[in-house]
């Protein structure tokens, strides 16, 4: 009898370790499951002849995505536009283009969120003959901002914070093309940055902080990129401006990221870019082509440590 009941006790503890070693597994692919996301990033569909953006561009790399999410059976969150979507900024341009988009991504994506990255086009006056300050307003205005510079979160676990800049942050006429961030934009950085108690943080801005061709990056950009590097949670900065593709490490954990032709640029392939985040880190991948044929690039961001380095006081 006594062997009997022991018997049964042993029977009855494997079959608890059972339940609480399935129990713990299914709750380990919950976790994963509700901390995943992705999402899509375009920019540059400016053009530099008689239409606004490019139209065949934009419909081609928006099929391109939703094909994507057929085959891989994973949806998207939301899609960042990186800037310069028209040849020219104002209220009738911008709002030309976005309507464009809705409708676009209503039958292609079931209606994903748009955030909106300022680029140097937005801040063109050309037909217009508006001042930079009207522009900035009418901008902000179109996408429903106080300003062009914004945060937000996404993630239900492990929640990563979205930090969109304005890298053209011009007061003067001249130069817009240029990239600039004011002192005070880089404050309101800083202090985003200090006090962020999300897992990591991703950049996004329209200019590159080392470009790839003939722009050039002015002093702020280079205290911005110092200012990236120092902070431990930062793992990616995605931008466009130049009209090409290209991953570059900048630090032990910091990756720029730059795709910026959704048309604009001519002889180069069409680019989009593709972020999965969970708790298992980043990946991204860029796909480069025209007219349904694309070719991927497959990367893994550097994972934030767990707890920023104390720095040592002598």
């Not at 570059?248 to 959704?262: D, E, K, M, V, Y």
């Amino acid at each position: 009898m006594t062997g009997k009941l022991g018997l049964i006790k042993a029977r009855l503890g494997q079959v608890l370790l059972f339940l609480m070693l399935a129990l713990f597994l299914g709750g380990a692919v919950l976790v994963k499951s509700a901390a995943a996301f992705r999402f899509v990033f375009l920019g540059d569909s400016r053009t530099y002849g008689q239409e606004l953006y490019n139209q065949e561009a934009l419909k081609d790399l928006l099929r391109e995505v939703k094909k994507l999410k057929k085959v891989q059976k994973h949806h998207f969150d939301f899609v960042v536009f990186g800037g310069d979507m028209a040849r020219w900024g104002g209220t009738k341009h911008l709002g030309d283009w976005l309507s464009f988009m809705r409708k676009e991504l209503r039958h292609e994506l079931r209606g994903l969120k748009l955030y909106p990255v300022k680029g140097n086009h937005e801040i063109h006056a050309g037909d217009t003959h508006k001042s930079i300050q009207e522009l900035d307003r009418e901008y902000n205005q179109v996408f429903g901002l106080q300003r062009a510079y914004y945060t937000f979160t996404h993630g239900r676990r492990n929640q990563t914070l979205f930090v969109v800049l304005d890298t053209h942050e011009h007061r003067h006429e001249k130069n817009r093309d240029h990239p600039h961030i004011s002192q005070g934009q880089l404050h309101w950085l800083r202090n985003k940055l200090h006090h962020a108690r999300e897992r990591q943080i991703i950049v996004i801005g329209h200019a590159p902080l080392q470009p790839m061709h003939g722009h050039q990056a002015d002093a702020s950009m280079k205290k911005l990129e110092t200012l990236l590097k120092s902070h431990h949670k930062v793992v990616l900065y995605i931008c466009g401006h130049d009209h090409d593709y290209q991953v570059r490490r900048l630090g032990s954990h910091l990756t720029q990221i730059i795709c910026g032709n959704a048309g604009a640029g001519a002889n180069v392939p069409w680019c989009f870019l593709v972020v999965d985040v969970d708790n298992q880190g980043v990946r991204f991948t860029g796909y480069r082509g025209k007219h349904g044929k694309y070719h991927a690039d497959h990367h893994q961001a550097q994972s934030p440590p767990q707890h920023q380095p104390r720095k040592r006081h002598h």
